[in-house]
Structures are given as C-alpha cells and as structure tokens.
C-alpha cells in the first residue's frame, strides 16, 4: 500500500479523531506532507511532532516531550500515534503510544529497510537510557503497519546496508533459500517487495509463537548480544545494523572454532556480509565488550543466552557460562 493511502487505511481501525504524526527530521522533510494530506482528506485532525535524527533521540527526555505534548492538545485514549520513520522513530513514539494513559493506538509507517524487516513488527517499544540501549520499554502491538517500499528509494546506502544486517540474520537463521537469494544484491534491490515480506513472515513466526521473548523470540538476537555490546562499548557511534553484522560474524566465527558450526557456514557468512560492505573487525576494546555483556541486564544469574549457528537456516539457543564467554572472547 502507498503512503497516500493511509488515511484510507486507518479508517479500518480508527473512526474519526486525532492523529500525532512523530517523525524525524529528515523523513519529515520528505514524507509528512503527504501523510498529513492523506489523513486530512480522510476527516482526521492531525498534529506533528518532529524530531532531530539519530539514535541519540531515543532517549527519556524526548519521550517524556511527547507525552506532554500529547496532553497539551488533549490526546485521549480513542487517539492514536503515527510513528512515520526508521527503527529510531518507531521505538520512541510505540513506547509513548504503549505508555500514554495506559496505551493508544500506534500505526507503524517503517522508512529503512531495518524497520520495514524488523523494528516495526513484533510490538518491541523502547527508549534508551544513559546505562544502555532499549532499558526502558513495553511490548505494544502497532494496530497497523503500512509497508511502502517506495519510501525506502532515499535511504542513504549506509543505511540501507545496515537494514541488510537484518535481512542476513533471517537467512542465517531461519532460510537458506533467502539467504542464496540475498547473494544478488542487484536482484535483492529490484525485488525489495517480496525480500521484506518473507522477512516480516518470518519475524510473525517466531513473535506468534512466543510474543512476550521467553524462549523462541530469542533466535531473533542472533548477533545481536555480542553486537549491543559493541555498540555501547563504542558509545553508539557504531551503528545497530554495522554492529549486528559484527555480531552475527563473531559468534558464528568463535561457533565454527568451537566445531558448533562448519567452516564453511562460517565461509558462507563471512562472503555475503563482504558483499554487502560490511567491516568485520572486532572492536580494540574487549575489556569493555566483556564488562557489558556481563552486566546484570544482560545475565540471567551467572549465564548469559546466546544465539549460536548450526548451519544456514538454522540455530540454536544456548547458555554460556560468564566464565565461558570470557574465555572465547
Ligand atoms: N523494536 C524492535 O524490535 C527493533 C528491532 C531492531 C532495531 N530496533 C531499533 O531501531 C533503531 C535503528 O533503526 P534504523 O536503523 O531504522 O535507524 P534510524 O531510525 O535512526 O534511521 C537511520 C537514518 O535514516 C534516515 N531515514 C529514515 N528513513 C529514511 C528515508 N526513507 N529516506 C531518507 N532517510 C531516511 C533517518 O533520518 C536517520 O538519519 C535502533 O534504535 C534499534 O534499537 C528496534
């Protein structure tokens, strides 16, 4: 469905009221006018609330704006929120949306690739605090999520590569046959429609089988345990998507050592991330990356959960002694 389409769409699951357009900047400047002008025409009342770009926004002061902002107007809870944006945008305004006099109504409107394939299903809100990332959240279903893949025609190629980090992550650990199709990434682009909804089917899967992450979910942080923890070693100045690539190839290359994975998985892997640009370098600061992962939010007592390849398409949840995880690091 095409953004210019959304008032129509919304009519589905809201009757009449307001809508708080939350965006960034930067899709703002390209995208709000003809969201705005679809729900006017629909009989909405529309309100903006725009924010500077960057994850650096995803914090408790913004969140707290909005929530303000959303009473001042007054929002009430037959109101809802159109989060118009990347994985930033989304986790910011589903959290206010989970949060605002108990819960309205979100509608996710992804703009990267990351958010298309991941952030915008699944229901995971979240805002970061100054100890870490998403340490502040709820699990909020969005009651809609457009998919419009023409918005993702302005992404800077960075961004759509770190997209791709987690479009790999469903290959490796779920499809092998989207993982050969992910060797073509010229073919990848010009069928980005049919890439993201075997993606979002993918994610449905695992989230309608455990949507609360008590057990199943947890393959979807394939790379990413070891990749947060780059990341905040690296004080966010490594992006989501650049530091689950690294993840994702660490724990797979430490995997193949351990005889937990083949080489060749481990070959497969490395190839199709170097396709994609991705540098795999272990950040210098190791010391840090183990402090973090051990930190209390990251341990369930003395272990720590980690999603290990067994080959392409499939793996496995296993807990790692602290003691262990030093060790292979
Ligand atoms: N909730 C979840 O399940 C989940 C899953 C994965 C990641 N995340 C979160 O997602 C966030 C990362 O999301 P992201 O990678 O989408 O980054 P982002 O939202 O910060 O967007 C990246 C950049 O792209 C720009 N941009 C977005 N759409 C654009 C477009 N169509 N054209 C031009 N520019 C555009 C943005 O302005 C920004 O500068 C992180 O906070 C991460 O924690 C959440």
Not at 174 to 187: A, I, Q, S
Not at 280 to 286: A, M
Request: include cysteine; hydrophobic fraction near 40%; proline fraction near 3%.
């Amino acid at each position: 469905m095409e953004l210019r389409q959304i008032g129509t769409a919304l009519a589905e699951v809201q009757r009449g009221g307001k809508i708080c357009i939350i965006s960034d900047r930067n899709v703002a400047s390209l995208y709000m006018d003809i969201c705005r002008e679809s729900l006017e025409e629909a009989g909405y009342g529309v309100w903006e609330y725009v924010l500077p770009p960057g994850e650096a926004s995803k914090n408790g002061t913004n969140y707290l704006r909005i929530l303000e902002y959303l009473a001042a107007v007054p929002f009430t809870r037959s109101d809802g929120i159109v989060a118009l944006g990347g994985g930033m945008v989304g986790d910011l305004a589903g959290f206010a949306a989970a949060t605002y006099m108990r819960g309205i109504n979100v509608y996710q409107v992804p703009t990267t690739l990351l958010a298309a394939v991941d952030s915008s299903v699944g229901g995971k809100t979240a805002i970061d605090l100054p100890s870490g990332k998403n340490l502040a959240g709820a699990f909020h279903q969005p009651k809609l999520v457009l998919q419009d893949s023409r918005l993702l025609n302005t992404l800077p190629s960075d961004v759509y590569r770190e997209g791709m980090a987690e479009v790999i992550k469903y290959g490796m650990i779920h499809d092998r046959k989207l993982f050969k199709r992910l060797e073509n990434p010229t073919e990848v682009r010009n069928s980005l429609d049919e890439v993201i909804e075997t993606c979002v089917g993918i994610k449905k899967e695992y989230v309608e089988a455990d949507e609360f992450d008590r057990g199943l979910r947890h393959k979807l942080n394939f790379g990413h345990t070891l990749g947060h923890a780059m990341e905040q070693a690296e004080g966010y100045r490594l992006s989501h998507g650049d530091a689950v690539a690294k993840g994702m190839y660490w724990i797979t290359r430490i995997s193949a050592e351990q005889g937990w994975c083949s080489r060749e998985t481990l070959a497969a892997l490395e190839q199709l991330l170097r396709k994609y640009d991705f540098n795999l370098t272990l950040p210098e600061n190791r010391e840090e990356i183990y402090r973090i992962l051990c930190s209390d939010k990251k341990r369930q007592g003395d272990t720590i959960r980690m999603v290990i390849p067994e080959e392409v398409g499939r793996c496995a949840i296993r807990e790692f002694h602290i003691r262990e995880v030093k060790d292979l690091l």
